[in-house]
T-cell receptor, first 113, second 109 residues
Framework: NAGVTQTPKFRILKIGQSMTLQCTQD?????MYWYRQDPGMGLKLIYY???????DKGEVPNGYNVSRSTTEDFPLRLELAAPSQTSVYFC????????????FGPGTRLTVL | DAKTTQPNSMESNEEEPVHLPCNHS???????IHWYRQLPSQGPEYVIH???SNVNNRMASLAIAEDRKSSTLILHRATLRDAAVYYC??????????FGTGTSLTVIP
């Protein structure tokens, strides 16, 4: 049982490039989340999903897109990278939303230059 | 979340209890309260959560004020491995979690 896995661990992008951050969970959780964490700050929710085919915006969705075609996978897409998107990105999952614990992945550290 | 406030830092001596406070003055009746902790360069780790009643698990206890506008995470005997940033999260019934800015706990040997 690997829990929540994220790839890549590190990435450097140039301004205007695109990339997809991958997230997979093997706990059969319905809910999945993407957060960003800026240095010395707390977590901000980007997007979340309550099940395959259903996604919704969080606090800071601008500049990102998501899709959820399977229960296991929840990729995050950056279309036109900007320096303001330099951050650490965490994926998380939970069985039944806010009524149950969230389990986090190890994170992806992204730098946009 | 500007509505969830925590002290920036706290210190505790090893093997003594630690009480980490969180204010969530605008909490509604159906909002859950979650606590997570994060070690450097790692993802956050679930600690405990609750709705109205105090909660205990193997890691910690959660004391929720009667009016629910504040809560306290209690580590019964701090160890060096408990040194981390602790985040309180207000979680409205449904789907989203709103995190505070966290309390950095230093444990003194």
């Amino acid at each position: 049982n690997a829990g929540v896995t994220q790839t890549p661990k590190f990435r450097i992008l140039k301004i205007g490039q695109s990339m997809t951050l991958q997230c997979t969970q093997d706990m059969n959780h319905n809910y999945m989340y993407w957060y960003r964490q800026d240095p010395g700050m707390g977590l901000k929710l980007i997007y979340y999903s309550v099940g395959a085919g259903i996604t919704d915006k969080g606090e800071v969705p601008n500049g990102y897109n998501v899709s959820r075609s399977t229960t296991e996978d929840f990729p995050l897409r950056l279309e036109l990278a900007a320096p303001s998107q330099t951050s650490v990105y965490f994926c998380a999952s939970s069985l039944s939303g806010t009524r149950s614990p969230q389990f986090f992945g190890p994170g992806t550290r992204l730098t946009v230059l | 979340d500007a509505k969830t406030t925590q002290p920036n830092s706290m210190e505790s001596n090893e093997e003594e209890p630690v009480h980490l406070p969180c204010n969530h003055s605008t909490i509604s009746g159906t909002d859950y309260i979650h606590w997570y902790r994060q070690l450097p360069s790692q993802g956050p780790e679930y600690v405990i959560h609750g709705l109205t009643s105090n909660v205990n698990n193997r890691m910690a206890s959660l004391a929720i004020a009667e009016d629910r506008k504040s809560s306290t995470l209690i580590l019964h005997r701090a160890t060096l491995r408990d040194a981390a940033v602790y985040y309180c999260s207000r979680a409205p019934a449904g789907n989203q979690f709103y995190f505070g800015t966290g309390t950095s706990l230093t444990v003194i040997p």
